[in-house]
């Protein structure tokens, strides 16, 4: 077995969507699945054979049982889970079909993760033994709690001498708590190492701005080497 042990952080939801291209009104019933980015990373490492563990704080009931037995089921390390107040976020998925696009809707307000502080997770334990810690920009747009505790999670990561990735995966509608989204980002990656992202991502998370417009649909590839140089953290 490697010795390479990755180490994702960030909030996992319960999903709920209509069967097959139903609408939401249309089913009585719904499939329920689990999806987060963070997650779905942890997932795909543990299936390319790398040890693999998900942190994450949840409530102590069955519903998040059910998440911890679905990660388990992909050889995803749950034990350093953490149980707390609050309660599983949601998300219905309503998919889209010809020209109807997919609906999304929320339900995350007071989930575990949006409620969990810096001091909440055991770092020390949470990151023994890794040698790559993930997260993305999701769980810092939740709340200003659940962004305190995403930087005190790459800060800690970056002392322990772990190599530290980033999504920066941009949702505008999440950044409703007070600090913009530029302002939390352009912390938290001066303890990354690896970020991934778009040209869109870039503005909209990091605020740089190197002539790329992201919503012509054209691009410019000139621009790109620019984008990369525009802004030191």
Not at 11 to 18: D, G, K, V, W
Not at 41 to 54: C, M, N, Q, R, W
Not at 92 to 116: M, T
Not at 193 to 220: F, K, M, R, Y
Request: hydrophobic share 40%.
């Amino acid at each position: 077995m490697s010795s390479k042990l990755v180490v994702t952080f960030g909030e996992i939801m319960l999903r709920l969507a209509p069967p097959g291209f139903e609408r939401f009104l249309q089913s009585p019933g719904f499939v329920a699945t689990w999806g987060g980015g963070e997650a779905n990373v942890a997932v795909s490492t543990a299936g390319f054979g790398l040890p693999s563990s998900y942190v994450t704080v949840v409530p102590s009931n069955p519903i998040a049982d059910s998440m911890i037995a679905e990660m388990r089921r992909f050889n995803v390390d749950t034990t350093r889970i953490v149980r707390g107040k609050g309660r599983m976020g949601i998300y219905f998925v309503e998919n889209g079909a010809n020209q109807r696009p997919s609906k999304v809707v929320y339900d995350r307000e007071y989930s575990s993760i949006a409620l969990a502080k810096p001091g909440d997770i055991d770092w020390d334990a949470a990151l023994a033994g890794a040698t790559w810690f993930h997260t993305t920009g999701i769980t810092p747009a939740i709340s200003e709690s659940a962004a305190a505790l995403a930087i005190e999670s790459v800060k800690a990561a970056r002392a322990k001498g772990i190599t530290v990735s980033c999504d920066l995966n941009y949702r505008k509608n999440l950044w409703k708590w007070g600090k913009t989204a530029s302002e939390v980002m352009s912390e938290l990656v001066k303890y990354v190492d690896v970020v991934i992202a778009n040209e869109e991502d870039c503005q909209a998370a990091l605020g740089i701005e190197a002539g790329v417009d992201v919503h012509s649909g054209h691009l410019d590839h000139d621009a790109y080497p620019a984008s990369m140089t525009a802004r030191t953290f």
